[in-house]
C-alpha cells in the first residue's frame, strides 16, 4: 500500500513564525504536492515537484515556499505565516505519468491554525 | 484552460436510498483523465476512480457506479442503496496527458442519515 505521511495532524502557530510542514512518502514516487483545502474552494495546488530539487509553482504559490532535498520527502514552508493561512493542508504523491495519468495519493492532511 | 463543476455543494438523503452526484467538466484536450475521491471526516483523501478520455464504459464496483458521457462532459458518480459510512465529501478532478497536476472540482458534501 502506499503510503504518504504527514509531520502534524493539527498545529497552531503564531502570526509570523515560520512554519514548515513536512510531507514523506514511501513508494519511490517522483511526484510530490502540496494543496490547501477551504470550504467553498475545494482543493487548490500550492506547488508541486516532479524531481529532487526541482519545484512548480500551483495555483496559489504566494506566501509559500517548498523543498525537495530527497525523493521522499517535500517540505512546504511559511516564510511569515499570516492568519489568512488557516487551513487544512494536504499532501499527495504519484508515480511520474509515463503514457498514462497516474494516481495521486493523499495524506491524512495538516489542520494549521494561525492566531 | 480545465474546470471541473460540482454544482450539488451538498446532498443529505436517507439510508439505503440512491444517490448521484454531478461532475460535469472543461477541457481542450483530446486525452485526459477523470478521478473521483471520497473525503471521509478523518481528512484523507481515498482514491475511488480513474478513468481516461478513450475509455467511455461506465463502470461499477459494489454499490459505486460512474457514467462517463463525453457528449455533455459529465463524469457522474451513483451510490446505490446508501449507508452512513458513505457520508463524506466526494471530490472529482480532471488532468490533461502528460506530467501535469489534477484540477479538482470543489466538492459535494454527501450526508447519509439513518
Known amino acids: 500500500d502506499v503510503k504518504v505521511t504527514q509531520s502534524s495532524r493539527y498545529l497552531v502557530k503564531r502570526t509570523g513564525e515560520k512554519v514548515f510542514l513536512e510531507c514523506v512518502q514511501d513508494?519511490?514516487?517522483?511526484?510530490m504536492f502540496w494543496y490547501r483545502q477551504d470550504p467553498g474552494l475545494g482543493l487548490r495546488l500550492i506547488y508541486f515537484?516532479?524531481?529532487?530539487?526541482?519545484?512548480e509553482k500551483g495555483d496559489i504559490p504566494e506566501g509559500y515556499s517548498v523543498s525537495r532535498e530527497k525523493k521522499e520527502r517535500f517540505s512546504l514552508i511559511l516564510e511569515s505565516a499570516s492568519t489568512n493561512q488557516t487551513s487544512m493542508y494536504l499532501c499527495?504523491?504519484?508515480?511520474?505519468?509515463?503514457?498514462?495519468?497516474?494516481?495521486?495519493?493523499f495524506g491524512p492532511g495538516t489542520r494549521l491554525l494561525v492566531l | 484552460a480545465q474546470k471541473v463543476t460540482q454544482a450539488q455543494t451538498e446532498i443529505s438523503v436517507v439510508e439505503k436510498e440512491d444517490v448521484t452526484l454531478d461532475c460535469v467538466y472543461e477541457?481542450?484536450?483530446?486525452?485526459?483523465?477523470l478521478f473521483w475521491y471520497k473525503q471521509p471526516p478523518s481528512g484523507e483523501l481515498v482514491f475511488l476512480i480513474r478513468?481516461?478520455?478513450?475509455?467511455?464504459q461506465n463502470e461499477i464496483s459494489g454499490r459505486y457506479s460512474w457514467n462517463f458521457q463525453k457528449s455533455t462532459s459529465s463524469f457522474n458518480f451513483t451510490i446505490t442503496a446508501s449507508q452512513v459510512v458513505d457520508s463524506a465529501v466526494y471530490f472529482c478532478?480532471?488532468?490533461?496527458?502528460?506530467?501535469?497536476?489534477?484540477?479538482f472540482g470543489k466538492g459535494t458534501r454527501l450526508s447519509v442519515i439513518a
Open positions: 499527495a504523491s504519484s508515480l511520474m505519468d509515463r503514457g498514462k495519468k497516474e494516481t495521486q495519493y
Open positions: 513508494m519511490d514516487h517522483e511526484n
Open positions: 515537484s516532479y524531481d529532487v530539487k526541482m519545484k
Open positions: 477541457t481542450r484536450d483530446t486525452t485526459y483523465y
Open positions: 478513468r481516461n478520455s478513450f475509455d467511455e
Open positions: 478532478a480532471l488532468s490533461g496527458s502528460g506530467n501535469t497536476p489534477l484540477v
